[in-house]
């Protein structure tokens, strides 16, 4: 079964939204043997028409988001009604539950609401529990192209807190019973932290392509590069015992697991506290860490003390230090991480203070310069000084990493 | 010009890796005249020539992301020459490049990054200052499909720390040069907070649509709508003055300009500070002003007050309150607001307190419950319950988006 999605939205493609769809269908799909042979992304109008017509003819399964809402650019249903031949007509249930979400926060019905009651006839409406446009199921015989035959095209929601819930709940299972002897071969995914991609893969690049059987893939974000085996379970293990081998104590999971997962995971199994002082990262390496439900159990208190008088008044760095030290120095780094251990009185403390820029370095000292401090009841502060390039965005993302992987190496 | 972005790698549709070259290449195109067409996304594989070869017969730029690295699933370069008939052939000067970029870091070259130095025959390589594989830029005459004819593909490397610059610097002057007379029609971009799509064009739908020759666009997000007008300057004033007068202090920027940049153009322009006390947004709020450059002349502290027990040392929660009142009420999201305030020395303090979920929710405080407090230092405290739906990611941005505009809405 070839599956394709093709998002719709005029604003995906002048740049004003990220598109989140594609990593949730996929991840939604993989369990069931089901990988997206291509995503396609076209603006509101005839577009939809050509990119449904032209997967028509290639996949089987076709997954469609957004243009299901209420406004005058949402024309998904009337392209797919048109491109299958059938007409629009007003499903009653659909009518009914939207006039029910409105009355129930004490809103009558909006007149451009209704259109959202409006489905290709013989589509099966699929509930929306947290919007008004429903989804809408179309089984189908297409016969263009090269592959005529049955063909199943699913519309969801643009909204991701509308699709994501409508697509595990409701997609997946219906997708389960189109294809219930499909499952994947296993995937395992490697993460390793401190080094690049190119050196990654000179160091085990040889040995894993001489696997048999095995299909190989990398990635490169900030802070971690991924290596993605996909094959059979022994093999799998071969690609293992390599990877821990050579790359020892930078490998950071097997599966897949992020960096702050796997802190979070290290601190739950000892039933252990942390609290983070920030500085150049400005919170967001407590936000990540509360990203991760039960974060209350291990992550105590944050101090993002942006300006020196906070690092004073609320870390205990001695004023002095700072002037002669600079707020961006080692010195600083330790005393920002064992006040912070102290006042929270957490089991550890993570502190980092560096120079986000574009302003702010100096030539002792220029911009992406950061120190990273760990503090712990038993054992001694540790600290580490980089050198990170890239926007500021990539900076603060940059020193989380390497934060949050001084903790995972010293734990 | 038709602009087709063809974006390449495994790794996009087993959904590990977000999507996030397609704004950026979006909005750097904009000013040039130039939209994407379309966006395609395909694995690494054969699947890459299929696609380029459909790019090829349909549009005249073609960007293409990814597979230019040292890895062996990096084979963007070899297909983009088979397809063109083109020999690959060894650059001495990226060759040099190479050399340089690891010698300056210590490190011998290894073996598999000198692939990066092979470049289909006649291909311009383009600098790439922040990694090893140049992007390279091909010029040919394609006689394939319907619209035989000249063609501009630019092949640029997956990461985004490397794409960016070079797009901005040295991919945008080239197209600005093959389309010189090409300039947008003016886009305008209003944000809405407070209120969902439907409600929102239900306002303002009828009359936007009622101004001739403009292109209009509507797209829902976490805590606020956006309205996309594209068209003369005319007529977008005359948008303007239908949204201003029907959403009043719901318009948030007619420049596109998030809450965030709102909020601290704001305080910029007054010479105000602003502290933030968070405890269900971990950080995410500190984390969003502090992306922004300048953010230390405004953004003095935030207190990640996560335990009980924070909340009481460091803001001066009184701890009976908390007992009476529970960590999230009113009660205790004002204590907090005015402690921020007080402890900090800002002009202003935020403050948040809810249930993220999903454990920890009650009959009379359900999960999604959040109580935000705004204190300044002169004006009477105020407070705001509201109950949000979603994810905790989710609950994380919809809290910060409503804090945030509490202070924009009583600056």
């Given at each position: ?47 939809i ?9 290639r ?90 035959g049955?063909?199943?095209?699913f519309?969801?929601?643009g909204?991701?807190?509308e ?55 990398y ?7 991924e ?36 802190v ?104 992406g ?43």
């Amino acid at each position: 079964m070839r599956v394709e999605l093709v998002n719709t939205g005029t604003e995906l493609l002048l740049g004003n939204t990220l598109n989140t769809h594609l990593p949730f269908v996929a991840r939604a799909l993989f369990p069931l043997g089901l990988r997206i042979a291509r995503q396609v992304t076209v603006p509101d109008g005839t577009a939809i028409r050509e990119a449904l017509s032209e997967a028509l003819d290639r996949s089987d399964i076709i997954l469609v988001t957004g243009g299901l809402g209420p406004t005058t650019d949402d024309v998904t249903r009337d392209w797919v009604a048109e491109l299958l031949g059938l007409p629009l007509v007003r499903d009653e249930a659909v009518a009914r539950a939207i006039e029910e979400r409105f009355s129930r926060r004490g809103l009558s019905v909006p007149d451009r609401a209704w259109r959202q009651a409006e489905v290709p006839a013989g589509a099966r409406p699929i509930e929306n529990p947290n919007g008004t446009a429903p989804g809408l199921g179309v089984a189908t015989r297409w016969t263009g192209g090269d592959r005529p035959g049955p063909r199943h095209l699913f519309l969801l929601p643009g909204p991701p807190r509308e699709l994501r819930p409508m697509m595990a709940d409701q997609v997946v299972p219906a997708l389960a019973a189109l294809c219930p002897c499909g499952t994947s071969a296993p995937m395992r995914v490697w993460i390793i932290a401190g080094s690049g991609e190119s050196v990654v893969e000179e160091r085990v690049g040889a040995d894993l392509v001489a696997i048999e059987g095995l299909e190989l893939g990398y990635c490169a974000r900030p802070g971690e590069v991924e290596i993605r085996g996909i094959g059979p379970a022994k093999r799998l293990d071969e690609a293992d015992r390599i990877i821990a081998e050579k790359l020892g104590s930078q490998l950071v999971s097997r599966t897949g697991e992020s960096l702050d997962r796997v802190v979070s995971g290290l601190l739950r199994a000892r039933g252990e506290t942390l609290s983070v002082a920030e500085s150049c990262t400005g919170g967001a390496i407590c936000s990540s860490l509360t990203d991760l439900a039960g974060a209350s159990d291990l992550f105590v208190e944050g101090f993002i003390t942006y300006s020196n008088r906070a690092k004073e008044a609320r870390l205990g760095v001695p004023a002095e230090l700072l002037r002669q030290r600079g707020a961006v120095s080692d010195e600083v780094a330790r005393a920002m991480a064992e006040g912070a251990l102290e006042t929270a009185g957490t089991d550890w403390a993570l502190a980092v203070t560096g120079i986000a820029g574009p302003g702010g370095g100096t030539g002792e000292k220029p911009v992406g310069t950061v120190f990273i401090g760990l503090a712990g009841k038993r054992c001694r502060t540790v600290t580490e000084r980089h050198r990170f390039f890239g926007e500021r965005e990539t900076f603060k993302r940059l020193t989380g990493q390497a934060a949050l992987d001084l903790l995972r190496r010293n734990f």
